[in-house]
């Protein structure tokens, strides 16, 4: 099943409907709901990435997830800072391994450079290259009782009729907790490629963002969520557009916030100064 929606509040509405005219019940980890199998959420334009049907609290987490996600750390503390539920999710460690932006700026190739500038760098040398993985993954969490498997596995990027498109790979996705906000990262890495890639070409425009979960729930727990979900209105706040690629890369390595659109980012999580 195809989704396609022009904004991610648009997705989240159609998926909800799709989950519960068709969804099959499904018990799993203490959780029971409708679950659905193989669904894509193709957004065709990833600028509208910021979940505000719940604003301003969607918002405020949307922001602060993707803070941490920048960081990059895979100590819960940065992931707990946006929610507290990610406390009951670490490894006896003190170790989440959900951390999407790990994989992406921090984890590095045998040549020292991120995951994140390989696919840049082969982009660059080659537009038609179908090899721009980003893969998410770590060993370390497949252990007995693990609590935190990551459910993304991996950020395939390519060029289509002139234009950057991003397709991810889910093996399953909660259609409220989950997806909004993962696909907020997903195509906030895929725009900030973009303007990276225009550097060298800048004939290059941005495609979609498409999200291939092989399976996707809306659980009980989550039903009055859904329900303010589909009674809300959709804002029209969208993040600044990232208009130079290095700016905002020297933030997110930095751990600052000076760019347009990572000070956004910080204003919008409401952390204090």
Known sequence: MD?????VDDLVLK????IKEHGDYTEARGLS?????NVSYHLTNPLRRVHTLRAPKSVRYFARELIAYCKGSLNVEELARAARVWESLADEDGKIYSNYGYYTFRQYTPDRITQFEWVSNQLKINPSSRRCVIIIDNISAKRE????IPCTLGMH???????????VSMRSTDIITGLPYDLGFYSFVQE???RDLQNVHPHIGLGYCIVKSNLTQLYDSRNELATEVQNGVAGDQCMPDILDAKSVLEDIYSNTYNSEP??????KSEYEA
């Open 157 to 167: 990027f390519f060029v289509e009729k002139k234009k950057l498109c991003a397709a």
């Open 145 to 148: 009782n693990s609590k935190d």
């Open 192 to 194: 900030l490629l973009w």
């Open 3 to 7: 989704i396609i929606g022009d904004s």
């Open 33 to 37: 709901g409708l679950q659905c199998f």
């Open 15 to 18: 998926g909800i409907k799709h």
């Open 262 to 267: 990572m000070s956004w980012l910080y204003n």
